[in-house]
């Protein structure tokens, strides 16, 4: 049986699999340091579509469908389909996802859905729910600076605290069996204000959520930094990167050595100008499918912990003067071999 | 064990129970024919809140406090709350339920996602993973209509399809035990499009998901129309239930002396001016909990189900011309009595 684990966890005794993933990205990602490790690079960021809404649900549609090909699966062997984007009512998922006429639960946890995907659907594998299901995720920085900002057109300035939000979408199937990864375990997210209100620095928004996130799971499962071979924030950029360690090292913890952040692997800072680091939902999601999830089937990671993290505002709730809160979502996947 | 029946749906064998649940409305739902029956009615719309949003955030709290306090439970209690809204980036749910600390799964299925979040509770609550779960969504009308389509302040002319969204919130606290009613089955939608063009028409973009859903349902139990009580929509209205019924009957079935929609249940078409009849993800949740729900509780309905429907468009697909698809949620609920 599942165990619940302390406040916020559960560990899978039967651990679903990762049967296999896939990544497919824009030509900046595509430029980038893990360029070459993604399944599929668009050279225009367009897709062939006329909106960058368009692009980003034509993103979603080829991330599901090379990561049911890899398993050998089509649609009508996939269950359930746990998916989400950063557009307002996830139009993305919706007319991305549709003609795969899959069971689907729409998510919404900013740039946490990844994990909040992968922990539902390992949930759903776990309990015997669907033999295999996909979790799914995607953001583009088009459509995303028009939702949450202002429209790329206007070439409104960047400062240095600010994210790129990555153009990019990553597909998970899930089963019971046939992978070289698993999910051990997962560790849900509460939302966490720190009165952040700047829509330009979302690292600072994310990171106390993110710390709180991983103190806990190292007191839910009874483990130090150093039974995680890594532990893989989204999207904190080097800004967030920072309040995470020292928010976490003030409890106690020193993850400095073996903390990643799938946003600040997926830019070259220097070279393609990209501030603090790459954001959104699809960055954790690409990031985990192309870089990180390889070392775990090949054993060369034992086990990670995976922290996408998010900012929960909307263009509403930033104009109206909220804050920013945060939230996080864990997932602890582990080496088959 | 938990059986998957058929394409879409879970039968499961220790069905978990409706603990208690909550209603907290508006003004006008107060003045309508089940007035009566709501937990809480604010006599201003504005829940002692600035601004439209931040009114939705004060029902979500409130419903949800509400619906603990029945329960006996405080939020320490409760592992996980299923939640979500129809506003962009769900801001109504993170900002209404961000104080209580529980571990948060934001979900978005438009006006469906009452079923969404019951579907999700259920099957987390039937295979051990908490005691007890939250389910709860809301809307507002004046929220909604400033998101999709004009603030209210305007004053535009509805149509006689437009429905008129109900400014409510729905609680649902959910366990293995304790309730006089009981979630025994889901069948979870996939999205349809057919065609739809028209924002003011919400009961004709939803009716074909509504339809295949239930017809859907029929199949997985091999069920007919007469062993539910009641076939319970969630705000098709007066337009989408002519739709509904005609594309049942296509199938071979007929639901119309045993069908009920909660958009026209919850308002009076004549003394309101509420045109079709009311939507939004809090008229579903609202209505099941103030009026159906005690019937079942009370064994005078022996089992019902539930098909919350959702219209899956946002203010950027509607202005970039695409259709409205539909989706919907079924939810099995039989008497304990």
């Not at 089509?74 to 991305?96: E, H, M, N, W």
């Not at 994210?163 to 849900?188: P, Q, R």
């Not at 509403?316 to 602890?332: C, R, Y």
Request: net charge negative; hydrophobic share 40%; glycine share 12%.
């Amino acid at each position: 049986m599942t165990q619940q684990m302390g406040k916020q966890s559960l560990q899978f005794e039967k651990a679903p699999v990762i049967v296999s993933s896939a990544s497919v990205t824009g030509k900046k990602e595509g430029e980038g340091p893990l360029g070459q490790s993604f399944d599929m690079v668009c050279s225009s960021d367009k897709f062939g579509e006329d909106s960058w809404e368009a692009s980003e649900s034509a993103m979603q549609k080829e991330a599901a469908a090379l990561a049911m090909g890899k398993a050998s699966k089509s649609p009508k062997d996939i269950r359930y389909v746990f998916a989400g984007d950063l557009l307002g009512q996830t139009i993305a998922t919706s007319f991305g996802l549709m003609d795969y006429e899959i069971p689907l639960f729409g998510l919404y946890g900013a740039c946490s859905t990844c994990g909040e995907a992968l922990s539902l659907g390992a949930m759903c594998v776990a309990a015997g729910y669907g033999d295999y299901v996909i979790a799914i995720t995607s953001s583009h920085f088009a459509s995303a600076e028009k939702q949450f900002r202002f429209p790329v057109e206007y070439a409104n300035q960047r400062p240095l605290s600010a994210t790129w939000t990555v153009t990019g979408s990553g597909a998970f199937v899930l089963g019971k069996e046939g992978g070289k990864a698993k999910i051990t375990g997962i560790t849900t997210g509460i939302i966490i204000d720190y009165g952040i209100r700047d829509s330009m620095n979302m690292g600072a928004a994310m990171a106390p959520a993110a710390a709180k996130l991983i103190v806990q799971n190292f007191k839910d499962f009874g483990r130090q930094p150093q039974d995680y071979d890594l532990i893989i924030t989204g999207d904190l950029g080097y800004v967030g990167q920072e309040i995470l360690w020292k928010l976490v090292s003030e409890q106690g913890y020193d993850i400095s050595r073996n903390h990643r952040d799938c946003g600040i692997e997926i830019f070259d800072k220097e070279a393609q100008g990209t501030q603090s680091g790459g954001s959104g939902c699809g960055c954790s999601a690409v990031t985990l499918s192309a870089h990180f999830l390889p070392q775990v089937e090949s054993g060369a990671l034992k086990r990670i912990l995976f922290v996408p993290t998010g900012a929960m505002l909307s263009q509403v709730s930033f104009n109206e003067g909220q804050n920013v809160p945060g939230t996080a979502h864990g997932v602890v996947i582990e080496t088959c071999v």
